[in-house]
């Protein structure tokens, strides 16, 4: 019985849930119940010589149709669920006249039809259907007990009588048992979804907190990261103006002339390269990066944008080697992958010691171009491994006390990602680093 309810009310009955109110969709249910239930009384009715009770079983089929029809199909439930509490109170007085009054199965039916009337309508219309049945019902008990001989013992015999109290038993509690059940499964669905919901709700808010920690915790970097950066650009920018000074004010040896041009030179690379990679990665946090992915060749490029980098590389006397094919082509932003490539050289030339060596190589595997920077220099702590590509927000010194603020590394990594690459950090056997950038190769290489 469990697996017919489940059917009617999914399949047969209520069509997509969402579309009816759990009201509707029990209403529509007592509705074909009451189709099928009162279609099989008309015979037995027939049978035990209630040939009028009859007559009312197939007007009640043929309403009950009609109002499933109207709430199912037409949408109009609540003039149904008005017919249904005017015509069945009505009808069921009738039949308390032709079926033995409160000899019968009487009073059951009247029960039926409140409790019908008690699930499927508003609340606020209680006080009227409740009154309305309890005036009907009582108002005929009083009648028959003023005018008992007025309403005749329709039975022919006790089997009738018995056959007709046992149908009607079955049909109300069929009507209850569907009714109630689908009731408590509708019930503990609601009730399934709101634990859900409730359980989205605290996933929801625990991410939220999450996100405003995080979001806390990089605000109060990036406001370091630019109290560092304002310093750290004051600084060299008042050295500069101080050699200046002196250039201009004092007179010197062609050796101290040569060193303080040098270290002015010096100075202003570090200032500018800092200024370069704060205001690239601003750009990015404020605007959002666009990025045009087109054909990029990769030696022809770093032989054409490392010219800057190469001459740092000679006055620390640091070898720069670049192995790459000729024709090896890449997906990437032209402009996004010259940003990564300086600063990854930069970093390498910086923590290189002079006499150092700095390799610039690639290699192919399947669809993917891996570019590596390698060098002997430094080297890089486990320590230090661990905040590498994250928004660190410390001045970093190169072996010349070249100057920076961390700010690089995370660069890259963003400008390699929004490419559809990735980047990573490799320890070299002996000493020095080795960093890896990969990108999609173009469909020529493939």
């Known amino acids: ?113 409140l409790l019908i009337t008690v699930v499927v309508v508003p609340k606020e219309q209680f006080k009227i259907w409740i009154p309305f049945n309890l005036v009907i019902v009582f108002g005929v008990l009083t009648f028959e007990h003023l005018y008992p001989n007025v309403i005749p013992n329709a039975y022919t015999s006790s089997l009738s009588k018995t056959i007709d109290f046992a149908v009607t038993y079955f049909v109300a509690a069929l009507l209850i048992y569907f009714t109630i059940s689908f009731i408590r499964r509708n019930y503990d669905h609601e009730r399934k979804i709101v634990f859900q919901k409730n359980m989205e709700i605290q996933e929801q808010s625990f991410k939220i907190l999450e996100q405003n920690r995080e979001l806390e915790k990089l605000n109060s970097e990036k406001a370091k990261l630019f109290s560092i950066v304002a310093h750290d650009i004051r600084s060299p920018l008042s050295s500069i103006l101080g050699y200046l000074e002196v250039l201009a004010e004092t007179d010197m040896t062609e050796q101290e002339n040569k060193q303080i041009k040098h270290r002015l030179l010096q100075v202003t690379k570090d200032t500018s390269e800092m200024l370069a990679n704060v205001l690239a990665w601003s750009k990015s946090q404020l605007d959002g990066a666009r990025v045009d992915l087109v054909p990029v060749n990769v030696k022809g490029e770093l032989m054409k944008g490392l010219s800057l980098e190469t001459n740092i590389a000679l006055k620390k006397k640091i070898d720069i080697q670049i192995d790459a094919e000729d024709e090896l082509l890449i997906e990437a932003d032209l402009n996004m992958f010259q940003i990564v490539i300086r600063n990854l050289v930069n970093n390498a030339i910086k923590f290189t010691p002079e006499g150092g060596k700095v390799w610039i190589y690639t290699e192919k595997n399947m669809e993917t171009c891996f570019i590596k920077v390698k060098d002997n220099g430094l080297g890089i702590t486990k320590i230090e491994q661990d905040s590498l590509f994250k928004l660190r927000a410390l001045s970093t010194f190169g072996t010349n006390n070249e100057k920076g603020v961390g700010l690089g590394l995370l660069l890259c990594k963003e400008f390699v990602e929004l490419q559809g690459g990735r980047i990573w950090y490799e320890a070299n056997e002996a000493m020095g680093s080795t960093f890896v950038v990969s990108f999609n190769l173009n469909k020529k290489n493939l």
């Open 1 to 113: 019985m469990a697996k017919l309810s489940k059917w009617l009310s999914g399949n047969f009955i209520i069509g997509n849930p969402q579309k009816f109110s759990l009201e509707e969709r029990i209403f529509n249910t007592f509705c074909v119940i009451a189709i099928v239930a009162l279609f099989l009384e008309i015979p037995f009715n027939y049978y035990i010589g209630l040939k009028t009770v009859a007559l009312i079983c197939v007007f009640g089929t043929a309403f009950s149709a009609m109002l499933y029809y109207l709430s199912r199909y037409k949408r109009k439930t609540t003039l149904a669920i008005y017919a249904l509490g005017i015509v069945a109170n009505l009808t069921f007085l009738l039949n308390y006249f032709y079926n033995s009054g409160i000899f019968g199965p009487n009073l059951v039916l009247f029960c039926l039809v």
